[in-house]
């Protein structure tokens, strides 16, 4: 919506990135609604990448991202078939998220993804932060409801591998990617001590630092725990050692929490102290009622047996994986 923002932003830190010898990419996050073909063009010229909202098929997508004319998913389309054309196939990323109403459609959800092209889906659950939670969607389903929905979609998707459609579901790809070769995904929520900060820092439209997306949604919420302080007034220095910060990570370690020690899948887990604060006003959390622990316990449970008593899918899922 300020695209010469955008413009000086990027250009600035590409300049930055290539005087201190850092890796830089720049990704857009948009409903490709006002992506001009100067806009895209840019994009292109600049190796800008697009993250977009995909929630499914046409009924589904424009009852969760409702808007006069009810066409959202008709724009989305026509400014993926744009951006596509324009920008190059392999910049263009979508994401979905998660409602009550997806819950008896993940087939539809994964066959949108196939029809529109895209080689992989996250199946990503509603998150308690900002206009999720003042929605009905937040509270209409459970962990167990969208463990079912993550299950069915799973093995959908291994019936597609195995009549040769290349789609894999990116979630499980980061987690067996960890069991299998002990490696950092790079993946915040994955991460001990957890990534905030760490693997993430967010800065907002005001100066203001939170140590990830999630802390500032949850700031908008009126609770700024996790905000490590502001680029008007605080250095580098001071953000990165600020208490709200280094107390945050120093309970989130995994190995030092009560039964996040003694459990069997704590090597492949990480930490979301965010969503513990937000949901039980602690950052450990109460882990017999965390949703975090229950969710990431029922996939690490079903991918383990996976990799351990099903051959073939063992092999699918590891072809999933960068190191396989």
Same mark, same amino acid.
């Given at each position: 919506?300020?695209?010469?923002?955008?413009?000086?932003?990027?250009?600035?830190?590409?300049?930055?990135?290539?005087?201190?010898?850092?890796?830089?990419?720049?990704?857009?996050?948009? %409903?490709?609604?006002? +992506?001009?073909?100067?806009?895209?063009?840019?994009?292109?010229?600049?190796?800008?990448? &697009? @993250?977009?909202?995909?929630?499914?098929?046409? @009924?589904?997508?424009?009852?969760?991202?409702?808007?006069?004319?009810?066409?959202?998913?008709?724009?989305?389309?026509?400014?993926?078939?744009?951006?596509?054309?324009?920008?190059?196939?392999?910049?263009?990323?979508?994401?979905? %998220? %998660?409602?009550?109403?997806? &819950?008896?459609?993940?087939?539809?959800?994964?066959?949108?993804?196939?029809?529109?092209?895209?080689?992989?889906?996250?199946?990503?659950?509603?998150?308690?932060?900002?206009?999720?939670?003042?929605?009905?969607?937040?509270?209409?389903?459970?962990?167990?409801?969208?463990?079912?929905?993550?299950?069915?979609? &799973?093995?959908?998707?291994?019936?597609?591998?195995?009549?040769?459609?290349?789609?894999?579901?990116?979630?499980?790809?980061?987690?067996?990617?960890?069991?299998?070769?002990?490696?950092?995904?790079?993946?915040?929520?994955?991460?001990?001590?957890?990534?905030?900060?760490? =693997?993430?820092?967010?800065?907002?439209?005001?100066?203001?630092?939170?140590?990830?997306?999630? =802390?500032?949604?949850?700031?908008?919420?009126?609770?700024?725990?996790?905000?490590?302080?502001?680029?008007?007034?605080?250095?580098?220095?001071?953000?990165? %050692?600020?208490?709200?910060?280094?107390?945050?990570?120093?309970?989130?370690?995994?190995?030092?929490?009560?039964?996040?020690?003694?459990?069997?899948?704590?090597?492949?887990?990480?930490?979301?102290?965010?969503?513990?604060? +937000?949901?039980?006003?602690?950052?450990?959390?109460?882990?017999?009622?965390?949703?975090?622990?229950?969710?990431?316990?029922?996939?690490?449970?079903?991918?383990?047996?996976?990799?351990?008593?099903?051959?073939?899918? =063992?092999?699918?899922?590891?072809?999933?994986?960068?190191?396989?």
């Amino acid at each position: 919506m300020n695209f010469p923002l955008v413009q000086r932003v990027t250009s600035v830190a590409r300049l930055r990135a290539q005087r201190e010898g850092k890796s830089l990419q720049v990704v857009i996050a948009t %409903t490709l609604s006002l +992506a001009t073909d100067d806009v895209l063009e840019f994009c292109r010229a600049n190796d800008v990448h &697009l @993250s977009c909202s995909l929630d499914g098929p046409a @009924s589904l997508h424009n009852f969760n991202r409702p808007r006069p004319g009810r066409d959202s998913y008709e724009r989305f389309v026509r400014g993926l078939k744009r951006a596509r054309d324009v920008v190059g196939r392999d910049r263009v990323a979508a994401l979905m %998220t %998660t409602t009550e109403k997806s &819950l008896g459609l993940v087939r539809e959800i994964v066959d949108e993804y196939v029809s529109l092209g895209f080689d992989g889906i996250f199946l990503r659950p509603l998150s308690p932060y900002g206009f999720a939670v003042k929605t009905p969607n937040y509270s209409t389903y459970n962990t167990r409801r969208f463990l079912d929905f993550y299950f069915e979609g &799973l093995e959908y998707i291994f019936d597609l591998n195995r009549a040769g459609v290349p789609i894999r579901e990116l979630y499980a790809s980061l987690v067996v990617e960890k069991i299998i070769s002990n490696q950092d995904t790079g993946y915040v929520d994955l991460m001990s001590p957890a990534g905030i900060g760490i =693997a993430a820092v967010v800065y907002d439209y005001d100066g203001s630092v939170y140590a990830s997306d999630e =802390a500032r949604m949850l700031a908008q919420m009126g609770d700024k725990r996790f905000r490590m302080g502001s680029v008007h007034t605080h250095s580098y220095t001071d953000l990165m %050692t600020s208490d709200e910060l280094l107390m945050a990570l120093e309970d989130s370690f995994t190995l030092s929490v009560p039964q996040c020690a003694e459990c069997a899948f704590e090597p492949f887990c990480g930490a979301d102290p965010v969503q513990h604060w +937000a949901l039980h006003g602690d950052v450990v959390g109460r882990k017999p009622e965390s949703e975090f622990c229950q969710r990431n316990m029922g996939i690490f449970k079903y991918l383990v047996c996976k990799l351990e008593d099903d051959p073939e899918i =063992a092999r699918l899922l590891r072809s999933w994986t960068v190191r396989h």
